[in-house]
């Protein structure tokens, strides 16, 4: 971003974790399924979580309000659009779009 001059604001999401209405909001604006905004990694397996556990909204919420570390990143918003920015390539898709 800021290679191409786009100022941007880094929230680091483990120093301050979203809340629910910021999880709602990055909700709103990816395209995808709310089960996207988690990473089911090890950390997931670990807590024995499964993936089918978590799909909806309002379940993809309380897990990382819960659990902020499972929370795929990173995420770029960009007017009224926001993605998750693997590959990198998405972000430029994303400032392109607008």
Do not use: N, W
């Amino acid at each position: 971003m800021r290679e191409r001059g786009v100022a941007c604001d880094v929230i680091e999401y483990l120093k301050t974790p979203p809340d629910r209405a910021t999880l709602e909001r990055l909700l709103a604006l990816l395209a995808g399924p709310p089960a996207d905004l988690v990473r089911k990694d090890k950390r997931f397996k670990e807590l024995g979580l499964r993936g089918a556990d978590y799909v909806t909204r309002e379940q993809v919420v309380g897990l990382l309000l819960e659990h902020p570390e499972l929370m795929e990143r990173p995420v770029v918003v960009h007017g009224k659009r926001a993605v998750i920015a693997r590959p990198s390539e998405r972000v430029e898709e994303l400032l392109g779009s607008q």
